[in-house]
């Protein structure tokens, strides 16, 4: 299983993105051993060849595991089916998932494709128009953010409702770790967290917890809330995200 | 209730329509109830109970204690785990299961949301964006390149059968027509995603939906 050799099996393709640190938390959060090889979007690595190789989509997270059952590498692509793999393979005790079948298994399903299929595609949207799109539509941007403070609202009701602060029974789970990068970056997006008190009181509970903390902090320390307290700062990160996120 | 399983459907939207060609594909019987989003009772209760985020799908399983779950994506694996016991669309080993749901997962959130934006931005909003339509038909070829270059070599997305992987696709595939000029010529640019398409519109459970579908709307 995880390698106490060197070299650890996993390798995470990744960035400081909100996609990218649900991997590193889940790997942290069960204490997994892994390599990072960080891409640099802006470069365009992420459409080279030996990229596509692994995942044909362009895109990270993506990652390699060597130590796959059957002997042969296998790579995983779509932050979503990464997390279902890791926990699936390396989480018998449950840790940050629940028996597979159970009721609480297909609830934590249903808010990992809530957030990977809504909240992400979404709030990417509301970023988009909002922070990057050369020609500025009030329309569109208003469009996406009010669909994503939507999405907020119907985890909000949920977690309002939770006796444990999670989204799903007594414990962490990957429902809550693919959503939270999302909500730490909400105001980049142009949401007012302070209409989503539960979801605030979420956020810092997941906070406290050290593993989130390295996982959050991969391939190194997100600068956005630094960012958001300059205007300066602000056009600048808008500018040089531009530059890669509009061609394509 | 009549029959064991309760699907809240809507009948124009793409996604019900991946979970019905799951049910037919697994030979499941089931109860429609269409829900009626232009008169809003989707955004309020007794629906929201039923699914806080006010969409459909939601199956609800009479058989397993009223067992209630939203979003097609997870319904189709709560469907498959449940009752596909012998593989007809799922897989038994865990690698083929593995590179299945990325695949799904790659529908859910790539091809899904994009498209629903290509389509809202060209016939629903009433201004006329160029710019956001340009943004979301960029977006459609981008995935259409994709699964074109995937299946090069394939016939299918896992393990050389139709699986859940594949039909996931379907529903939104349909709505060429909708996208009209903006995808004009896409069976030639992309001819292993044509193959692929047609060889799956060729299956009984599929013709099936798209029948029921046509019907109802
Ligand atoms: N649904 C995908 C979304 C991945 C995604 O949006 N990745 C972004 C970074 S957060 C990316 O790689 N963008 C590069 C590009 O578009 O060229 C997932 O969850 O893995
Ligand atoms: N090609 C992308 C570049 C930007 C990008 O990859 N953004 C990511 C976030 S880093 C995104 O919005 N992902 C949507 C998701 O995760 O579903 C675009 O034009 O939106």
Redesign the pocket.
Known sequence: MSSTAETPAITLYTTQ???GVKISIALEELGLPYTVKKLDLSTGVQKEPWFLAINPNG?MPAITDTSFPDGKAIHVWESGAILQYLVETYDKDHKISYPKGSREDWQVQQWLFFQ?TGV??MQ?QA??FFRYAPERIPYATNRYIAETERLYSVLEAQLASSSSGFLVGDRLTIADITTWGWITIAEWSGIDVAKFPALQKWQKLLEQRPALKRGADVPEPSKIKETLKSPEAIEKAQQAATKW?VP? | MSESITLHSHKGGPNPWKVVMVLEELGLKYNTIFVDANTGEHKKGPYTALNPNGRMPTLVDHSNNDFTIWESGAIVLYLIGKYDTTHKISFPDFDSTAIANQYLMFQM?GQG?YFGQAAWFMHFHSEKLPSAVERYVAEIHRILGVLDGILADKEYLVGGKASYADLSFIPWNWAFGFFGEHVAGWEEKYPNFTAWNTRLNERAAVKKTKADKAAVN
Request: charged share 15%; no cysteine.
């Open positions: 993105t909100p996609n895109r990977n992400g595609p990417g970023n988009h996120i394509k | 959130s949301p």
